[in-house]
Every structure is written in structure tokens, then in C-alpha cells.
């Protein structure tokens, strides 16, 4: 990652602080703790899947016309596809179900197959992108696996 521009490598392992925040508590933190570290640690894995998509969305408009036109229809379907099965995930909470299990290991499993649509991204994305977004994708998605489990 040294070449990860350093407020971009910064930033982004910070932002997996709040699941680690969440895993302490679903592991070490009070009983009474479980359910809402559960829940948020859902919340945050569909908010950040949803910014992932967001990323891909600018990077395909940022695109010179003629591959926007052509080349990337593909990367606008992935673009919104995050946000898609972040919904999805969460659905059952609007639906009353209980239980956030589920929910987390769809969503670490869709920020592990993230990285399919990152590796396809040379030439639009900066060359370092994928030493970040390894790390991220992977980290966040561990991470997500290990809350549900908890």
C-alpha cells in the first residue's frame, strides 16, 4: 500500500474501525451489547457496499464519452448493484425479522466479490486502486463474516 496516497490509505483503514468497534463488542463487550452491535455492524457493511458502488458510478462517468458509450455499459449495471443488495440485505429489519445474522454474512460475502468488479477497473481507476481496495474489501468483509458469527 506505500503507494496509496497517504490520506486515501489513512482514511480508508480508518473506516474499518467501525467494525472492528463491533466486533469487540459482539466478542468482548456485555451481553446486552450483542443485538445493536449486530445491527450497526450490518448498517455500516450495506452503507459502505453502497459507497463502493457510488465510487464505480463516478470512475465510469469520469470515462471518456466513447467508452461510456460502449465499452462500459458492464460497469454501470456493477455500480448499482451494491446499493441493490445492501437493500436487500436489510430488508428483513423493515420486515420485522429479527436476527442480523443473514444480513451480515450477504454483505461480507458481496464486499469479498467486490473485488471482481475493482480488478477490472485498470485504466479508469488510478493504479493504485487495487492496493487499497484489497486490503478494504477483504478487511470489511472478514470483519463482517466474524461479527455474524459471533
Known amino acids: 500500500m506505500r503507494?496509496?496516497?497517504?490520506?486515501?490509505?489513512?482514511l480508508g483503514l480508518a473506516?474499518?474501525?467501525?467494525q472492528i468497534a463491533?466486533?469487540?463488542a459482539v466478542y468482548l463487550g456485555p451481553a446486552e451489547w450483542r443485538e445493536a452491535a449486530l445491527v450497526i455492524a450490518a448498517l455500516y457493511a450495506a452503507l459502505i457496499l453502497s459507497?463502493?458502488?457510488g465510487t464505480w458510478w463516478g470512475l465510469a462517468a469520469g470515462a471518456p464519452a466513447a467508452e461510456r458509450r460502449s465499452a462500459?455499459?458492464?460497469?454501470?449495471i456493477a455500480a448499482v448493484l451494491p446499493s441493490l443488495v445492501a437493500l436487500v440485505s436489510l430488508a428483513p429489519f423493515a420486515l420485522g425479522y429479527t436476527g442480523a445474522e443473514p444480513s451480515l454474512m450477504m454483505l461480507g460475502g458481496a464486499l469479498l466479490v467486490?473485488?471482481?468488479?475493482?480488478?477490472r477497473l485498470s485504466g479508469l481507476a488510478p493504479r493504485w486502486w487495487l492496493s487499497l481496495r484489497v486490503p478494504l474489501s477483504i478487511g470489511l468483509g472478514v470483519l463482517t463474516?466474524?461479527?455474524a458469527l459471533g
Open 72 to 76: 462500459l455499459g458492464w460497469l454501470w
Open 145 to 147: 463474516f466474524l461479527i
Open 15 to 18: 473506516g474499518l474501525l467501525p
Open 114 to 119: 467486490s473485488l471482481a468488479v475493482d480488478g
Open 3 to 10: 503507494e496509496v496516497p497517504s490520506r486515501a490509505r489513512m
Open 51 to 53: 459507497f463502493l458502488g
Open 22 to 24: 463491533c466486533l469487540l
